[in-house]
């Protein structure tokens, strides 16, 4: 499963924490990775690694799931994991 999520230009921690938490809340599972447009990343890692060049020096993760940069819009991540139907919940 993708879910692609647009953020702010000068997103706060607190929103890039609740479209992760979104993608785990709809689908009963947490992503096992995650695709960001380089300003997406770049961002992450003003907020919550030691800054910019973290991810061009080692792997960036948020709780235990890797970031990628990715060719994307900008402002955007995909949060991408396998998904079991029978344990999304009822709709």
């Given at each position: 499963m993708r879910r692609e999520v647009r953020l702010e230009t000068n997103?706060?921690?607190?929103?890039f924490e609740a479209a992760f938490e979104r993608f785990a809340q709809i689908y009963?599972?947490?992503?096992?990775l995650a695709r960001c447009s380089p300003?997406?990343?770049?961002?992450?890692?003003?907020?919550?690694?030691s800054g910019d060049d973290a991810a061009r020096r080692r792997e960036v993760r948020f709780r235990g799931v890797p970031l990628?940069?990715?060719?994307?819009?900008e402002g955007t991540?995909?949060?991408e994991g396998d998904v079991d139907e029978?344990?999304?919940?009822?709709w």
């Open positions: 997103f706060a921690a607190e929103a009963n599972v947490q992503p096992a300003d997406v990343l770049a961002r992450y890692c003003r907020l919550f690694e990628y940069a990715a060719v994307l819009p991540i995909a949060f029978d344990r999304m919940g009822d």
